[in-house]
T-cell receptor, first 114, second 115 residues
Framework: SQQGEEDPQALSIQEGENATMNCSYK?????LQWYRQNSGRGLVHLIL?????REKHSGRLRVTLDTSKKSSSLLITASRAADTASYFC??????????????FGQGTILTVHP | ETGVTQSPTHLIKTRGQQVTLRCSSQ?????VSWYQQALGQGPQFIFQ???????GRGNFPPRFSGLQFPNYSSELNVNALELDDSALYLC??????????????FGPGTRLTVL
């Protein structure tokens, strides 16, 4: 079963604009990770934020985490056509027996028009 | 490039057959996880192997099984294939015991079609 839900399901913007994607989850987590996937291929790790962190930056990426609301957002600034891809949030759960299991949401499809 | 490779890239099987998918992890990574991704969905955790032993399993039946070898390679075996097994199968390797918080590095996937 999916842990997270991404919002929106699809996002279409122009090059240079910012893109914001949101993720909500249900259970307690140890960390939340964002991944990118091009055309049904392998996943590329973008950024990891731990449950005791509120904000993290990496290049044009900014991730926030609100554990009280069980939600996270990914902001891509100054988007480029090459950012066109599907973006997934994945949670690493606190405790449990499946060590290292990641639970993914259904993803946001981002299209950046040149 | 994550350094994780998978073979084959594509595979077509018929219902009832058996299939073996292969993954080569990053050198030094002792943990491998397998995920199934149906079209339009996020990946779902199948199981994880740490030092050649199963170390956690998702909601998949026993006909999904795996092996991990000392040379950083691993296999996913699926018996008695069903139409719903058609999906992209992804392996991901990580260092240490794949503890929650370790980044997982994904391969490009194997696209399995069951007819």
């Amino acid at each position: 079963s999916q842990q997270g839900e991404e919002d929106p399901q699809a996002l279409s913007i122009q090059e240079g604009e910012n893109a914001t994607m949101n993720c909500s989850y249900k259970t307690s987590i140890n960390n939340l990770q964002w991944y990118r996937q091009n055309s049904g291929r392998g996943l590329v790790h973008l950024i990891l934020i731990r449950s005791n962190e509120r904000e993290k930056h990496s290049g044009r990426l900014r991730v926030t985490l609100d554990t009280s609301k069980k939600s996270s957002s990914l902001l891509i600034t100054a988007s480029r056509a090459a950012d066109t891809a599907s973006y997934f949030c994945a949670t690493g759960n606190a405790g449990g027996t499946s060590y290292g299991k990641l639970t993914f949401g259904q993803g946001t499809i981002l299209t950046v028009h040149p | 490039e994550t350094g994780v490779t998978q073979s084959p890239t594509h595979l077509i099987k018929t219902r009832g057959q058996q299939v073996t998918l292969r993954c080569s992890s990053q050198s030094g990574h002792n943990t491998v996880s397998w995920y199934q991704q149906a079209l339009g969905q996020g990946p779902q955790f199948i199981f994880q192997y740490y030092r050649e032993e199963e170390n956690g399993r998702g909601n998949f039946p026993p006909r999904f099984s795996g092996l991990q070898f000392p040379n950083y390679s691993s296999e996913l075996n699926v018996n008695a294939l069903e139409l719903d097994d058609s999906a992209l199968y992804l392996c991901a390797s990580s260092l240490a015991r794949g503890r929650v918080g370790d980044t997982q590095y994904f391969g490009p996937g194997t696209r399995l079609t069951v007819l």
